[in-house]
């Protein structure tokens, strides 16, 4: 089982980036899967999930509106469309695998988003 993500990167405060979790070694399609991030010094935060078949989306208040999270199951990959970036969304942002409600089971390595001028 591997999550690997890509994406992030250096950009300007109401900039855009899409980051991306490449999913492998599982059923893709059965797994809620979720993007949570951790800000400089700070502990982890769940932004995001999606049910295995997309029909359905979750977001933390304060990402609602500027933020898409999608997947393409034909392609195992899950998506974060981050849009009209603010400073306080530098993070490391991790894709994570659901295995309940309340836990996740499978992290990814993570992907830097730096919202910087």
């Known amino acids: 089982v591997q999550l690997v993500e890509s994406g992030g990167g250096l950009v300007q405060p109401g900039g855009s980036l899409r980051l991306s979790c490449a999913a492998s070694?599982?059923?893709?399609?059965?797994?809620?899967m979720s993007w949570v991030r951790q800000a400089p010094g700070k502990g982890l935060e769940w932004v995001s999930d999606?049910?295995?078949?997309?029909?359905?989306?979750f977001y933390v208040d304060s990402v609602k509106g500027r933020f898409t999270i999608s997947r393409d199951n034909a392609k195992n990959t899950l998506y974060l469309q981050i849009d009209s970036l603010k400073h306080e969304d530098t993070s490391l942002y991790y894709c994570?695998?659901?295995?309940?409600?309340?836990?996740?089971?499978?992290w990814g390595q993570g992907t830097q988003v730096t919202v910087s001028s």
């Open positions: 994570a695998r659901r295995g309940s409600m309340w836990t996740f089971d499978t």
């Open positions: 999606i049910k295995g078949d997309g029909s359905t989306t």
């Open positions: 070694g599982f059923t893709f399609t059965s797994y809620y």
